[in-house]
């Protein structure tokens, strides 16, 4: 990797703010005078909590969410690895844009502001089974892309992407960077039947061995094997976190392009959580291997920030149920003896 390179990346790193535990403590103070048992809200009560950790307030607030989406277009379609043409991506982009795509309902039902980002669509990455996604240059620029978008003072931000080809770089992503075989990562995407997937699995398996010489360096394979939307979202959980902004992160592709700061830094995904559980083959088990709450399962694989922008509905109800539960006192309800 080229001198300044390394540098950039471990400033990224470097002094990332850690949680506030007293936030959190006076979360839990209040939660155990509030009118239920201890613990009956589940994870809503989790959810506050966490709020209140990263956010660094006692009581949580959702007045400003962010729907944040990145589109990126990837060389490995090449390969025949999905049924629809490098083109969708831009078109798809214009119905963002437009407020014609299923996230643009969400976002507006659950009262979130919403964005994307087009990252050179009409240049896509290299192939990466045959050289690099993209040069330590274009690496670099793709992350800054991400880090620059996140608005400092935002409240809950959602992330999401858009690309054809995408699932196969999340599933050779989560094969270098966890193990395991082609076939439990390579899944569906935009529609694929079973003997496509079988390519896919086996364009991946390529791909993985042909970069196994960073196998064990995360930013590398990040950089092979990524794309510049899964790279943009790298760096805007990075700035996330330096500003104290709580993420949620989409399906299967999101998940994956955060992942390599989990092998970076053991806390590294702690403020975030996982909107929703998607139905793309290999989410679950990376979930798993994130150690992050899921919040949804609805058998979603839109990508686009759907799940992580429905999830929202579940945050604005944990919070509503904190700040405006009466006290077993303010009620004159008997608590526990």
């Not at 850690?18 to 994870?43: C, I």
């Not at 976002?107 to 690099?132: I, N």
């Not at 935009?190 to 364009?203: E, I, M, N, S």
């Amino acid at each position: 990797m080229m001198m300044g390179q390394a540098d950039f990346l471990e400033d990224l790193l470097r002094k990332l703010p850690g949680p506030d535990f007293e936030a959190a403590d006076a979360v839990m103070r209040r939660q155990a005078q509030l009118t239920k048992p201890p613990g009956s809200l589940g994870l809503l009560e989790e959810g506050v909590e966490w709020l209140a950790r990263w956010q660094r307030r006692d009581m949580p607030r959702l007045d400003q969410v962010d729907v944040l989406v990145f589109a990126g277009n990837h060389g490995v379609t090449a390969q025949g690895v999905s049924p629809y043409p490098a083109s969708v991506t831009e078109q798809m982009v214009a119905n963002f844009q437009a407020n014609g795509a299923a996230v643009n309902q969400i976002a507006r039902a659950v009262g979130a502001s919403f964005s994307v980002v087009p990252l050179q669509l009409e240049r896509p990455t290299a192939d990466f089974t045959q050289a690099p996604a993209m040069t330590p240059l274009e690496f670099r620029a793709a992350l800054r892309v991400g880090y620059e978008a996140v608005v400092p003072g935002t409240d809950l931000l959602c992330l999401g992407e858009m690309g054809i080809g995408n699932t196969t770089a999340a599933a050779a992503l989560c094969l270098a960077l966890f193990g395991g075989s082609a076939a439990d990562w390579a899944g569906r995407g935009t529609g694929l039947d079973a003997a496509g997937v079988a390519h896919k699995a086996d364009v991946v398996q390529r791909a993985v061995a042909f970069h196994a010489e960073a196998r064990y360096e995360p930013w590398e394979i990040a950089r092979r094997l990524g794309g510049r939307e899964t790279a943009a979202i790298l760096g805007a959980v990075l700035a996330a976190r330096r500003h104290s902004i709580p993420v949620l992160l989409d399906g299967f592709v999101c998940s994956a392009a955060a992942a390599p700061l989990i092998k970076l830094l053991a806390d590294g995904l702690d403020h975030t959580m996982i909107g929703h559980v998607s139905a793309e083959a290999g989410h679950r088990r990376l979930v798993a291997e994130l150690h992050r709450p899921a919040l949804l399962a609805l058998d979603m694989r839109l990508g686009e920030a759907s799940g992580a922008a429905l999830a929202v509905s579940i945050l604005r109800a944990a919070v509503a149920c904190h700040s405006g539960m009466a006290t077993f006192a303010e009620a004159q309800v008997d608590d526990r003896t």
